[in-house]
Protein backbone atom coordinates (compact mmCIF):
# COMPACT_ATOMS: atom_id res chain seq x y z
CA UNK A 1 0.00 0.00 0.00
CA UNK A 2 1.21 3.51 -0.94
CA UNK A 3 2.30 5.78 2.11
CA UNK A 4 -0.26 8.81 2.25
CA UNK A 5 0.90 12.09 2.91
CA UNK A 6 0.06 13.59 6.54
CA UNK A 7 -3.29 15.68 4.97
CA UNK A 8 -4.74 12.51 4.38
CA UNK A 9 -5.19 11.07 7.95
CA UNK A 10 -5.87 14.19 9.50
CA UNK A 11 -9.25 13.81 11.03
CA UNK A 12 -7.51 10.82 12.79
CA UNK A 13 -4.69 13.17 13.78
CA UNK A 14 -6.21 15.27 15.48
CA UNK A 15 -8.64 12.54 17.45
CA UNK A 16 -5.17 11.04 18.46
CA UNK A 17 -3.68 14.48 19.99
CA UNK A 18 -7.43 14.78 21.44
CA UNK A 19 -7.31 11.46 23.74
CA UNK A 20 -3.12 12.06 24.28
CA UNK A 21 -4.53 15.63 25.96
CA UNK A 22 -7.28 14.30 27.90
CA UNK A 23 -4.97 11.52 29.25
CA UNK A 24 -1.70 12.72 29.44
CA UNK A 25 0.07 9.94 27.66
CA UNK A 26 1.37 9.36 24.15
CA UNK A 27 -1.52 7.68 21.91
CA UNK A 28 0.93 3.92 21.85
CA UNK A 29 1.12 3.81 25.75
CA UNK A 30 -2.90 4.40 25.63
CA UNK A 31 -3.62 1.45 22.86
CA UNK A 32 -1.17 -0.83 25.36
CA UNK A 33 -2.75 0.25 28.85
CA UNK A 34 -6.75 -0.20 27.52
CA UNK A 35 -5.11 -3.33 25.76
CA UNK A 36 -4.27 -4.88 28.91
CA UNK A 37 -7.70 -3.71 30.41
CA UNK A 38 -9.98 -7.13 31.25
CA UNK A 39 -13.32 -4.74 30.87
CA UNK A 40 -14.28 -2.38 28.72
CA UNK A 41 -13.38 1.05 29.35
CA UNK A 42 -13.72 4.83 27.85
CA UNK A 43 -9.82 4.84 27.13
CA UNK A 44 -10.58 1.16 24.98
CA UNK A 45 -13.49 2.56 23.26
CA UNK A 46 -11.57 5.49 22.42
CA UNK A 47 -8.48 3.89 21.14
CA UNK A 48 -10.79 1.64 19.31
CA UNK A 49 -12.85 4.05 17.94
CA UNK A 50 -9.48 6.16 16.95
CA UNK A 51 -8.55 2.67 15.13
CA UNK A 52 -11.18 2.48 13.14
CA UNK A 53 -11.36 5.94 11.76
CA UNK A 54 -6.99 5.72 10.84
CA UNK A 55 -8.18 2.61 9.05
CA UNK A 56 -11.23 3.85 6.81
CA UNK A 57 -8.63 6.72 6.19
CA UNK A 58 -6.01 4.99 5.53
CA UNK A 59 -8.78 2.86 3.39
CA UNK A 60 -9.53 6.22 1.42
CA UNK A 61 -6.12 6.66 0.65
CA UNK A 62 -5.14 3.60 -1.26
CA UNK A 63 -8.88 3.71 -3.13
CA UNK A 64 -7.61 6.95 -4.04
CA UNK A 65 -4.04 5.54 -5.68
CA UNK A 66 -5.64 2.97 -7.14
CA UNK A 67 -8.41 4.99 -8.84
CA UNK A 68 -5.46 6.95 -9.94
CA UNK A 69 -4.02 3.98 -11.90
CA UNK A 70 -7.16 2.81 -13.06
CA UNK A 71 -7.81 6.44 -15.05
CA UNK A 72 -3.86 6.98 -16.35
CA UNK A 73 -4.02 9.15 -19.12
CA UNK A 74 -2.34 5.91 -20.44
CA UNK A 75 -4.49 3.59 -20.13
CA UNK A 76 -7.63 2.67 -22.34
CA UNK A 77 -10.70 2.65 -20.03
CA UNK A 78 -13.05 -0.89 -21.17
CA UNK A 79 -15.65 -3.11 -19.33
CA UNK A 80 -13.08 -4.42 -16.66
CA UNK A 81 -11.30 -1.30 -15.61
CA UNK A 82 -14.61 0.54 -15.84
CA UNK A 83 -16.08 -2.25 -13.49
CA UNK A 84 -12.88 -1.75 -10.94
CA UNK A 85 -13.26 2.27 -11.16
CA UNK A 86 -16.99 1.98 -9.81
CA UNK A 87 -15.74 -0.35 -7.06
CA UNK A 88 -13.09 2.50 -6.36
CA UNK A 89 -15.48 5.05 -6.12
CA UNK A 90 -17.77 2.82 -4.05
CA UNK A 91 -15.19 1.26 -1.41
CA UNK A 92 -14.10 5.61 -1.58
CA UNK A 93 -17.74 6.34 -0.60
CA UNK A 94 -18.46 4.03 2.35
CA UNK A 95 -15.04 4.81 3.75
CA UNK A 96 -15.48 8.69 4.03
CA UNK A 97 -19.21 8.17 5.59
CA UNK A 98 -17.34 5.35 8.52
CA UNK A 99 -14.54 7.90 8.74
CA UNK A 100 -17.28 10.65 8.81
CA UNK A 101 -19.33 9.04 11.84
CA UNK A 102 -16.22 8.01 13.90
CA UNK A 103 -15.46 11.42 13.55
CA UNK A 104 -18.64 12.59 14.40
CA UNK A 105 -19.31 10.16 17.39
CA UNK A 106 -15.51 10.63 18.44
CA UNK A 107 -15.02 13.83 18.42
CA UNK A 108 -18.87 14.41 20.13
CA UNK A 109 -17.32 12.04 23.04
CA UNK A 110 -14.38 13.96 23.34
CA UNK A 111 -16.31 17.12 23.61
CA UNK A 112 -18.00 16.23 26.74
CA UNK A 113 -15.17 15.07 28.41
CA UNK A 114 -12.38 17.32 30.54
CA UNK A 115 -9.31 15.98 31.96
CA UNK A 116 -9.53 16.49 35.60
CA UNK A 117 -7.20 18.89 37.74
CA UNK A 118 -4.28 17.54 39.92
CA UNK A 119 -5.53 16.70 43.31
CA UNK A 120 -3.92 19.74 45.79
CA UNK A 121 -1.18 17.94 47.67
CA UNK A 122 -2.49 19.93 50.67
CA UNK A 123 -5.56 19.50 52.17
CA UNK A 124 -7.57 22.51 51.94
CA UNK A 125 -8.67 24.85 54.72
CA UNK A 126 -12.50 24.15 55.43
CA UNK A 127 -14.08 27.61 57.08
CA UNK A 128 -15.41 27.26 60.25
CA UNK A 129 -19.15 28.50 60.57
CA UNK A 130 -18.90 31.51 62.69
CA UNK A 131 -21.58 30.18 66.24
CA UNK A 132 -24.46 32.12 66.59
CA UNK A 133 -24.56 34.18 68.71
CA UNK A 134 -25.93 33.36 72.74
CA UNK A 135 -28.98 34.27 73.53
CA UNK A 136 -29.61 37.31 76.28
CA UNK A 137 -30.27 35.62 79.76
CA UNK A 138 -33.59 36.31 81.20
CA UNK A 139 -34.06 38.01 84.09
CA UNK A 140 -37.11 38.83 86.25
Known amino acids: MPQPDAATHAVS ?5 RI ?9 ELEALAGNSPDATLLGALTGSHSDLDLAERNIAFQLERLRELTALDREIGRFTAGHILDCARRIAESVATRDA ?3 TTSAVLGGLRRAPAPDTQPSAVPVPAAPAAAPARTR
Open 102 to 104: YAK
Open 13 to 17: QIVAQ
Open 20 to 28: EALYGQPLA
